[in-house]
């Protein structure tokens, strides 16, 4: 055994390295694989006490050539541990293994070569990637520019032209309204409205104090509202409507900023080149817009504003006349079209299209402001003396239709207009479009009908009892009186409601009907006016049923299915919804020989061609109507009107006081207290109505008497009516 532990040093020291042995480190005696197998084997003489070196290998015999050393493993067995256990049991077995994992694991230069090779690969892939990526970009940039460039240029060039061009409105100026007389009523005026244009706005300290020195006023406030426009507002608003001296207060001052600003710039820029030639400089006020807005005034103030109407922010009529002919004095708005930059400044060679405004049409009205004035002031006045709350006066011309002053309560101050103002319908005329129950003023009414049916005559005597039982009604007097005789003229001075009922029922229920709607009731009047929210007069629909009892809700025109004393208290008034207008357009016909004109406000428009048509319609024959003129003149002269006449004018009218309804059904204690009536052989057909509330005793009388009188002496004298009578003792109905 030892011999041939020798004989393998022997053989070891003379073998010839090999020329595919491990190339370990010298200095630590490691190989570089770290295969174990790879080791350098012990010398003899460390085997010697080994009980299994008699098995170590000897030099390989087939090719006489000794096994190549294999490098030392890390884990290098120690002294102390057998160096049997580093050798495979069965030698024979471990060889050929040996052999195959020496034959599979490629020499040392191919692997470095091979390393070397895939790193080169993938050097190369990733230059290939990156450039195979830089030419899609390219082609999509190209593409994309293609499209932008070539393919929708046009489209995209017109949308960016879109979103330059910005629409101004080229606001019409709205249509004047004159009076009958030609003194203005309503008009637009040119004024400015100033705005800060934020983007512009370099300093806003700076402006809020130019401001300040321009147009007075704190600069603090001015800074508090510039520097806080609303969200998204690039343009703040500092005066809407303004005087045009406003502006040129502005502009003024601005010339004045530029003569010391400009000076000051141009040393700057010479002292440094870089900022080159100033031709022009701003201020803290180079931010301020100057917008040229009409604004619609009333040179009269509230004078009339019910009648005239009022219009909105954006001059468009929200009431009377101003909503009614809306379409006439409107005009029509143009438009301008014109590139801008970011900032709202218009571009120097931008496109501009425009397309011009119409202005509105001028109106003229029957109204005369100075009879309208006096009306309003003598309504006030008389409605403080009898506690009135509601009450309405109208003038209409008889002949004409055209309506030369109207008011009702309550008035209000254009200024000062409040929501209680309007809850109580004070920017519409009740007696326009608030219906009511109008008492005696109809007696005429059923006296005309039984004129023209020949049913009386003026000569004809009745009984009148103190009573009249109708159904299980009892009709009476508004005065206690015994049995009495009379006349139709003592009928209609004494406000007879059982006489005018007992010539009602010669009529028949569809004769008073037939005549009532000829008169001009139960149907609208068609006057040209619209309160507040297009409320206008009654329709008077009535075939509307109650959903759940299937009745008509109206049975006005329906004589078929009028009770006795429905029809009984009609002919006085009672039980039917008229307007003031309805009643004073009856007496117009009366005093303009039969004929109903209607009413209207419009009566020229100078700059139209077309010509204005109202309706006349005879109502009644010119007999009839010189007949009730008679009649209704005794009643100023004789009966319940006296109170309300005109020294030294001989009148005709009508006075009425009718139950209130109540809306729980039947009437409540409050009434309505009415008087209609002209002056008789004169010029001016002018018929003047006017209604009150419940009023309270003025003096001997109650307060729509002296108001009527006061409003008619007021007519005589601006229309120079000569008086032609003497005025009798004051009466009472």
Known sequence: MVERGQSKDRSSKNSKPSGKASSGNPSTGKSSSGNPRNSKQPSGSQLSGSPRSSKLPSSNPRNGKQPANRPLSAKQPTAKQPTAKLLSKNSQTSKPLAKMAAAKRPPANNRASSTANSRSKQESNRWLGLFSFFVLAAVVIFVRLFYIQVYAADDLALRAEEQRQVPQAAIAQRGTIYDRNGLVLAISVDTVSIYVNTLQMDDPAATAYCLAKALGGNADDYLAKISDPPAGATNVCLVRFGDLKLEQDLVNYQATLERYVLPVDRLRAQLDPAIGQ???????????????????????????????????????????????????????????????????????????????????????????????????????????LGAVSAGSVMLVDGASGEIYAAASLPLYDRENLTEADIIAGAMSLSCIVTPFEPGSTMKAVTAAAALEAGVIDTEEVLYIPSRLGVDSYQIKDWYEHSDLDMNLRDILAKSSNIGITQIGQRLG??????????????????????????????????????????????????????????MANLTFGQGLYVTPLQ???????????????????????????????????????SETATTLNDLLESVMTDGTGQAGQVAGYRMAGKTGTAEVASPEGGYSDEVYHSIVGYFVDCDIDLVCIVTMDNSQPVGDTVASKPLFSSVMEYVANRYRIAPNALTNEVGEE
């Open 509 to 566: 229920k569809q004769g008073l009907y037939d005549y009532f709607y000829q008169a001009g009731f139960y149907q609208p009047t068609h006057v040209d006016y619209l309160g507040l929210d297009g409320i206008g007069e009654p329709l008077y629909v009535t075939d509307s049923v109650d959903p759940l009892t299937g009745d008509y809700l109206s049975i006005a025109d329906k004589p078929e299915l009028w009770s006795n004393i429905l």
């Open 278 to 384: 100033i031709w022009f400089t701003t201020t803290p006020l180079s931010c301020l817009n100057y917008v040229h807005e009409y604004k619609r005034v009333y040179p009269y103030g509230s004078i009339g504003a019910q009648v005239i109407g009022n219009v909105n922010s954006d001059n468009q009529g929200i009431s009377g006349i101003e909503l009614q002919y809306n379409n006439i004095l409107a005009g029509q708005n143009g438009i301008i079209i014109q590139e801008q930059g970011r900032d709202g400044t218009p571009l120097p060679n931008g496109s501009r299209i425009e397309q011009p405004k119409i202005d509105g049409e001028n109106i003229i009205i029957s109204i005369d402001i100075d009879l309208q004035e006096y009306v309003e002031s003598e309504l006030v006045t008389y409605a403080e």
């Open 583 to 621: 009643i004073a357009s009856f007496y117009g016909a009366v005093n303009n020989d039969g004929v109903r004109a209607d009413p209207h406000f419009l009566i020229s428009r100078p700059q139209s061609s077309s010509d204005l048509q109202y309706r006349s319609t005879r109502i009644m024959s």
